[in-house]
């Protein structure tokens, strides 16, 4: 597992506007604020962990932003409640904790996620994917299949939280069509409540490097 390497390839594909700041899991209590505190009072040593890595990756990059120290509790939807004018998202898995951020001027929409880089697990498919993509992926190399799955699973997580912030609508993984192409992809959503506030195509990308499978969408 590379750490460096992952937030190396999450930055180049970003562009130099997004901050990009990537750890391992040794975040503690003390990387908090106290607003932030309640958010983990019951918490488990690994929602923990994750927690206080990404808050304390997300203090960090608001710096890079030039912004002061700010708490980041979290709000009742669970997204935390950035500064007016950033757009920044968070995510974690087995060993990171991932943040992206930027100032509103240098991206409408901005949204990451990572996985650990393993076959999805051939009963969440048909959760995850819709009929079409299902067919995309049957006609792949068999020894392809898991890892595709997983690269839509991760695109339609990273599109969710990249909507979320204009839209304020939950998605299924069914209101999302999904167009996975080598290292990008195009996401359609079908709930009108999301999709009459946003462009009619979302286009990410996706990465496996350092042992992580990961996504991201920065729409300019
Ligand atoms: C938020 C979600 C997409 C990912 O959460 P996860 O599986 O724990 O994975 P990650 O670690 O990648 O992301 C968690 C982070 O997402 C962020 N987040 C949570 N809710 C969010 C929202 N509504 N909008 C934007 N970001 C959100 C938080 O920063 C959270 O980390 P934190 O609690 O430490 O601050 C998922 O929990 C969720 O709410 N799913 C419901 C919607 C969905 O998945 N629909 C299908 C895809 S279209």
Redesign the pocket.
């Known amino acids: 597992m590379n750490v460096q390497q992952l937030a190396a390839a999450l930055s180049a594909h970003f562009g130099p506007k997004v901050v990009v700041l990537a750890s391992g899991l040794d975040g503690t209590v003390a990387d908090l604020f106290p607003e932030e505190r309640a958010s983990v009072a019951h918490a488990k040593e690994k929602r923990l962990a994750?927690?206080c890595t990404?808050r304390r990756l997300a203090h960090q990059a608001l710096e890079r932003l030039g912004l002061p120290p700010t708490a980041l509790p979290?709000r009742e939807?669970?997204?935390?409640a950035w500064p007016e004018g950033v757009l920044a998202?968070?995510?974690?898995?087995k060993g990171v904790a991932v943040v992206v951020a930027a100032h509103k001027g240098d991206a409408e929409l901005l949204g990451v996620?990572?996985e650990l880089d393993q076959d999805l697990a051939e009963h969440i498919h048909r959760v995850v994917l819709t009929p079409e993509e299902q067919a995309f992926i049957n006609a792949a190399d068999p020894s392809r299949r898991g890892r595709l799955a997983l690269a839509h699973f991760s695109a339609?997580?990273c599109?969710?939280?990249a909507q979320?912030?204009v839209t304020e609508t939950?998605?299924?993984?069914q209101?999302?069509d999904l167009t996975l192409r080598d290292a990008e992809f195009s996401g359609v959503i079908h709930k009108p409540a999301a999709a009459q506030k946003l462009p009619p195509r979302l286009d990410g990308f996706w990465v496996q490097v350092g042992g992580w499978l990961a996504a991201g969408l920065r729409k300019p």
């Open positions: 994750e927690f990404g979290m939807d669970r997204r935390p998202s968070i995510s974690h898995t996620d990572v339609k997580e599109l969710y939280k979320y912030p939950f998605l299924e993984f209101d999302v």
